[in-house]
């Protein structure tokens, strides 16, 4: 019996590596025909899971694939976010080792920094964090990393599940590959009272203004007080004054907003009640922001901005 | 005193003609609303042990539901009760992303013992429905406690006539049409576009089709669902709450304990209360602001005087 559940399992494996197993969209079905890219992608991912994994998991039924038109059938209004950060394609597979029984959701978001920003999105500074491709965190019962444009979630239930997801994640990581590296702007910011695993990338609406889109965030902590250093991307240098001005009107609009030439050319100091104090300046293709600017925070934003010209 | 029966009578018209207009289960949801609208039931402490969560579980969930005239004030002799759990996740009950399997199989015992002759435990899930019903763990516990629990079938979900301000008809599970009660029992937890999921929101799991649609419009979408349907009664899973990463979840570290469970008939007081679990106000969810101003119940849940208990 255990040769045949062997042989079955690795069988199972093969027919995954060769693609014999046809896509499933979804148990709900639906969803726009396929594009080629989208087919080119599914393959992609099978060859991540195809091959045999270790503890020779027996595959629970064949993989199932959702694109942007389909993903909420997966995960409802939890899918929306996976939307705004350009999410192209999802490989589920449910694998069953021993007592153990695995879940493996690849997303595919398309490039490195939308796949950082989904993951940022969703881990903390307090978890517990891994070595595992660019980072990874885990607790019991899930390991979720990042790497390249894939962001992997792994869930496990039952006896030794979680021994297997730090395996599972490790081999995994090793069969994607391409880039461990965060996003290129995160190296070059300050890393001196960074908090560390607080850096984000959003798309939408950075601290409620649209105008402010795309941007990373990452939070600084001086004693008690914490500040958030926010770099706006815009595609050039104009459009970056014209996000500061817009900065500025809101804040002439709301509170009040001053010229500060002592933290660079072009730079304001502005308050209002709700959003308390920021200070800005336009370097390059960037709007640097600090918001609840604390301890030396002239400084980060000038070293910031030194570091980004 | 004269005027006593005469007023009874223009009184039960007037709900009767109130509950023509309404949806399926009004008649019985305005009958209802005799007694005390919300009942809170908190536990000082915060139990470990499986077994000494399970007893917190069931206790809360009794007495909440005790506060408001206990079960047999929505159930009847002869019933057949749709429970409508939040199974739609292949999630642990730890995890705190499906409703605690012990209030589903504590509510679906009050209900036997009201009289019910059948209960009916089901959810239309977001992952596999198969294994979620199992993760969860309520598939076990409501069959356990006597209830039928069964995965939906695609084939039953039957274009219905809402009458919504969005929503004038959707795929509607034909089954929940067909019970003489509905009972709500949703988790609080964090949800990413609509800040949390709460009663309301859980009746999306009674309905087929292209939810997606929904979220262009979650506020009026789920209102329409919340005017049409009008839960006999919403028991509010509060004793785990995800508080980030909604609505899958799954990190342990975004779950936190607040050890509470509410019942109550006013579906839009049930989820004010339930957004403060999450440290929110009711005003902060659109689809509750937007459930009190089409008049479907108060976002000041204090107004109706809530009976709280503390165990």
């Not at chain 2, 399970?54 to 019933?79: H, K, P, Y």
Request: aromatic share 8%; charged share 20%.
């Amino acid at each position: 019996m255990k040769f045949w559940a062997r042989r079955t399992s690795w069988l199972i494996c093969g027919l995954l590596a060769a693609g014999f197993f046809p896509p499933q969209s979804s148990a709900c079905g639906g969803g726009a025909p396929r594009t080629q890219a989208s087919d080119i992608a599914q393959k992609h991912l099978l060859t991540f899971v195809g091959a045999p994994l270790l503890g020779n998991p027996t595959a629970q039924g064949a993989p199932s694939f959702y694109g942007p038109d389909n993903l909420y059938q997966y995960m409802d209004g939890g899918a929306d976010i996976y939307l705004l950060y350009d999410f192209q394609v999802l490989l589920h597979q449910d694998l069953k080792s021993g007592q153990a029984e695995l879940t493996v959701d690849i997303f595919d978001m398309g490039n490195a920094e939308d796949a950082f920003g989904i993951y940022a999105a969703e881990r903390a500074p307090g978890y517990n964090f891994l070595d595992i491709g660019t980072e990874a965190y885990r607790n019991e019962g899930i390991l979720n990393f990042l790497q390249d444009r894939y962001y992997i979630k792994l869930s496990g239930f039952g006896p030794g599940s979680d021994n297997l997801l730090e395996k599972f994640a490790r081999v995994l990581a090793e069969r994607i590959g391409g880039t461990r590296a965060f996003p290129s702007l995160l190296e070059r910011i300050p890393q001196e009272n960074r908090v560390k695993h607080s850096e984000q990338f959003t798309r939408k609406d950075p601290l409620g203004h649209p105008f402010l889109s795309p941007a990373y965030i990452v939070s600084y902590k001086q004693g008690e007080s914490e500040s958030k250093l926010l770099i706006s991307v815009a595609k050039d240098p104009a459009e970056a004054k014209t996000k500061l001005e817009s900065l500025a009107n809101y804040f002439r609009e709301s509170g009040k907003c001053e010229p500060a030439p002592d933290l660079g050319d072009g730079a304001i100091r502005a308050s209002n009640t709700f959003e308390g104090r920021v200070i800005a300046v336009a370097q390059g293709r960037y709007l640097i922001v600090v918001a609840n600017p604390a301890g030396d925070a002239a400084a980060l934003l000038k070293q910031t901005a030194q570091e980004l010209n | 005193m004269k005027d006593c029966p005469r007023r009874t009578f223009l009184k039960t018209m007037a709900l009767g003609g109130a509950a023509l207009k309404l949806g399926p289960f009004a008649w019985d949801a305005l009958a209802a609303a005799s007694g005390p609208a919300l009942s809170i039931a908190h536990y000082r402490t915060s139990p470990k042990e499986p077994d000494g969560f399970a007893e917190e579980s069931q206790r809360l969930t009794r007495e909440a539901i005790a506060g408001l005239g206990g079960m047999q004030r929505f159930v009847s002799r002869g019933d057949i009760v749709w429970v409508k759990p939040n199974i739609g996740w292949n999630r642990r009950p730890e995890q705190a992303a499906t409703t605690n399997p012990d209030v589903v199989s504590t509510v679906v015992a009050l209900c036997y013992q009201a009289g019910a002759k059948h209960v009916i435990v089901s959810d239309n899930s977001c992952n596999p429905a198969v294994t979620s019903f199992a993760r969860s763990g309520i598939q076990e516990a409501a069959q356990k406690a006597g209830a039928d629990c069964f995965v939906m079938d695609d084939r039953k979900f039957k274009s219905t006539k809402l009458n919504g301000k969005v929503l004038p008809a959707w795929d509607v599970y034909a089954d929940v049409l067909g019970v003489n009660k509905l009972i709500n029992i949703p988790i609080v937890k964090h949800h990413g576009l609509c800040k949390a999921t709460l009663g309301i929101k859980n009746l999306m799991g009674v309905v087929g089709g292209e939810r997606n649609r929904f979220h262009q419009d979650l506020g009026n979408t789920l209102v329409d669902l919340a005017a049409f349907f009008r839960p006999n009664l919403v028991v509010l899973d509060g004793v785990r709450v995800l508080t980030a990463n909604g609505p899958t979840g799954g990190n342990l570290a975004d779950v936190q304990r607040r050890d509470t469970v509410v019942a109550g008939v006013d579906q839009v007081a049930v989820d004010s209360f339930g957004a403060t679990l999450l440290g929110l106000k009711p005003q902060d969810i659109g689809y509750i602001v937007e459930a009190s101003n089409r008049k479907l119940g108060t976002m000041d849940f204090d107004s109706l005087k809530p009976r709280r208990a503390e165990l």
